[in-house]
T-cell receptor, first 108, second 112 residues
Framework: KNEVEQSPQNLTAQEGEFITINCSYS?????LHWLQQHPGGGIVSLFM???GKKKHGRLIATINIQEKHSSLHITASHPRDSAVYIC??????????FGEGTQLTVNP | NAGVTQTPKFQVLKTGQSMTLQCAQD?????MSWYRQDPGMGLRLIHY???????DQGEVPNGYNVSRSTTEDFPLRLLSAAPSQTSVYFC???????????FGEGSRLTVL
């Protein structure tokens, strides 16, 4: 079992829908990242969380340390949100462990 | 700021050839790392460094070599390329371990 599990693996939505991507991890962590990767593109850090909730525009990230779970929400989704969203955790030492990613497609 | 710069963006090698992927950052970050991304596998850590002169192995270090002689640069060397090293490689840096991450644009390597 991977240390970081994301769900769903694939998600298709209609423009305007509210989207939730989940990340569960099995180890103690010091921080969690949500990353975005567009097709053929580089990787951008959306959020880094160690507790609570963060918001940036239409994106909201939450983390529950006790339950070892984080969610990424996208409100009023848009086709330009189509990308792979990756959860990653700083666990032991200086190593970052990644989930396999969630492929999001938002149709107009 | 240029951020994290990776070169080359594309490279084709023959089995047994050697090459170096370059990574440079101008943000004075202590932490630098290399990852490979393969379909269905997600990103996996190859090597990392917490400061100049300090490197350590990640999850998949075999076949790769690194050094960190300066804070700015963290090259990844393939000593004898194998088809299994065909992948997309990303370099990333952060101010400190567990800090906010900045990624390079990636290097697509094909080994024939």
């Amino acid at each position: 079992k991977n240390e970081v599990e994301q769900s769903p693996q694939n998600l298709t939505a209609q423009e305007g829908e509210f989207i939730t991507i989940n990340c569960s991890y099995s180890v103690g962590i010091s921080a969690l990242h949500w990353l975005q990767q567009h097709p053929g593109g580089g990787i951008v850090s959306l959020f880094m969380l160690s507790s609570g909730k963060k918001k940036h525009g239409r994106l909201i990230a939450t983390i529950n340390i006790q339950e070892k779970h984080s969610s990424l929400h996208i409100t009023a989704s848009h086709p330009r949100d189509s990308a792979v969203y990756i959860c990653a955790v700083w666990a032991s030492g200086s190593r970052l462990t990644f989930g396999e990613g969630t492929q999001l497609t938002v149709n107009p | 700021n240029a951020g994290v710069t990776q070169t080359p963006k594309f490279q084709v090698l023959k089995t047994g050839q050697s090459m170096t992927l370059q990574c440079a950052q101008d943000m004075n970050h202590e932490y630098m790392s290399w990852y490979r991304q393969d379909p269905g596998m997600g990103l996996r850590l190859i090597h990392y460094s917490v400061g100049a002169g300090i490197t350590d192995q990640g999850e998949v270090p075999n076949g790769y070599n690194v050094s960190r002689s300066t804070t700015e640069d963290f090259p990844l060397r393939l000593l004898s390329a194998a088809p299994s090293q065909t992948s997309v490689y990303f370099c990333a840096s952060s101010y400190r371990a567990t800090g906010e991450l900045f990624f390079g644009e990636g290097s697509r390597l094909t080994v024939l």
